[in-house]
């Protein structure tokens, strides 16, 4: 599966972005959905999961309550709206896709990952 992330850009504090990403080549269907950001210098920080239902979702504490994760399955695609967006949230954002059973928050245990989209949020 090749990940296509969009929706990237330049924000102010307070502003809304939200992501998209759809599988450029195969399928997001019946796979697990992420996203996970990274800071040159830092770790990828999990943001997000949702289950292939899309019944469950589970978000990282740095963005719980401003970001809303959801997935289209009839469109193949999954967005990350975020809101109230602040400095802090600067990062390369990554959309990732898991086959395996289960939600999980280590980078190391997901098959598949976009090329990134690049937020930057100004003060």
């Known amino acids: 599966v090749q990940l296509v992330e969009s929706g990237g850009g330049l924000a102010q504090t307070g502003d809304s972005l939200r992501l998209s990403c759809e599988a450029s080549?195969?399928?997001?269907?019946?796979?697990?959905l992420g996203w996970f950001r990274q800071v040159p210098g830092k770790e990828r920080e999990f943001v997000a999961n949702i289950n292939w239902h899309g019944n469950y979702v589970e978000y990282g504490d740095p963005v719980k309550g401003r970001f809303t994760l959801s997935r289209d399955n009839a469109k193949d695609t999954t967005y990350l709206q975020m809101n109230s967006l602040k400095p802090e949230d600067t990062a390369v954002y990554y959309c990732v896709a898991r086959v395996g059973l289960g939600l999980t928050r280590i980078s190391t245990t997901w098959d598949f990952w976009g090329q990134g989209t690049q937020v930057t949020v100004s003060s």
């Open positions: 080549r195969g399928s997001l269907r019946r796979k697990n």
